[in-house]
């Protein structure tokens, strides 16, 4: 560690602020989004997956009040079982203008009024590997969940260089965030025409209904003749002419995944699933990408896409298709539209009846629409994936330099010039 950084007490930099204990009547279907223990993840703040409260507690609770730029921490959760993003003590900074609200179990690390650092650097140093094994460590055990108290978190220790190496680390480690957020914002995109052009053609029925009104759909003359020029009555209402109604269970096959404790699985580059979605690596797969995973046992009905080959878990469904249907991308948002969550199994722990599933109605278009969708998602699929697999290279990058340029083993200009071959 160079000579000039000095040692603080988190207390001596930040005041704490926890979140707000919101009541399970509290959460809504929209409103203003909550960020919970979920949300926080290594090194970063996932905005999916979101619970929403009344816009009035935007008012009532100012205080809990996430604002863009914050430090936030976990304050419960695992020692080492389970994933690394479930352990107690994640630091991750918030990031966008939008109003947020902060959930119970999760803490903002505000800096003092009377000081001055760099917040996107000091929330690089404590998302270190070195401080997750502090919080580990110093947290206390309660019924099998670890919990950080206030105290706890606010007397332990950090050192930091000047305010210029401040900025120069968050300047060189944000490069990499920055792109990996383009990325995401891209994807988004990509995913969104995807899903638009989905709509358009299957649920919507644009081409077909543009043509029965004697217009032009605008598409390309062979794209267009693919497409019928009328509606007729069917069991899911009115519908392209020509197209079929048929049962799920004669399109495709729900495959059971098959269990893999964390213990068992080996360093690899195959996706492993469970039923909400990525849950870790393997080295062997059980089924050949692209696929489809769906959650069968803890979140039924969740509809995940694998890029590549993967190895589904016991808490899930992957998809075979049957020669009716062979479009993995048709399939994948049709029966995102299913509901398939409601299919429900009896039991105590909520499941998916793939029964029940089979027996639901799906729309079928004819092979050449499904050819030419295939044709038009694919590329934005493989962008996705090509784009996927750059964020985790300068995730690795940035994990691999953070520590380097803690401990004084790397300067900021070697770091400039790694990551600019990088970025």
Known sequence: ?????????????????????????????????????????????????????????????????????????????????????????KIAQFRSPKPFLLNQRVGILRPKKNVTLDKRACAYFLSSDAFQQLFIAIATSSGGQANLSPLQILSAEVQLPPDDEQHAIARVLGTLDDKIELNRRMNETLESTARALFKSWFVDFDPVRTKAEGRDPGLPTHLANLFPDSLAESELGRIPATWRVEKLGDLIDLAYGKALKDGNRQPGTVAVYGSNGQVGWHDEKLAEGPGIIIGRKGN?????????????????????????????????????????????????????????????????????????????????????????????????????????????????PDAERIVGGQV
């Open 300 to 412: 039924p009905g969740v509809v995940t896409w694998a890029p590549t080959d993967f190895f589904p878990i016991d808490t899930t469904f992957y998809v075979v298709t049957k020669a009716e249907c062979g479009s993995l991308y048709f399939l994948f948002y049709a029966l995102k539209d299913h509901g398939l969550a409601s299919l429900g199994a009896d039991s105590a722990v909520p499941g998916l009846n793939r029964n029940m599933a089979y027996m639901s109605k799906q729309l079928l278009p004819s092979a050449g629409v499904l050819d030419a969708f295939d044709l038009r998602v694919r590329p934005l699929f493989d962008r996705i994936q090509k784009s996927n697999e750059q964020s985790t290279s300068l995730a690795s990058l940035r994990d691999t330099l953070l520590p380097k340029l803690i401990s004084g083993e790397l300067r900021v």
């Open 1 to 89: 560690m160079a000579g000039d950084w000095k040692r603080y007490s988190l207390g001596e930099l930040f005041d704490l602020i926890p979140g707000y204990a919101f009541k399970s009547a509290d959460f809504k279907a929209s409103g203003v989004p909550v960020i919970k223990i979920k949300n926080v993840k290594a090194g970063s703040v996932v905005l999916d997956n979101l619970d929403f409260v009344d816009t009035t507690f935007l008012k009532s609770r100012q205080d809990k009040v996430v604002l863009d730029g914050d430090i936030l921490i976990t304050m419960s959760g695992n020692r080492y079982d389970g994933s690394k993003d479930t352990w107690v003590g």
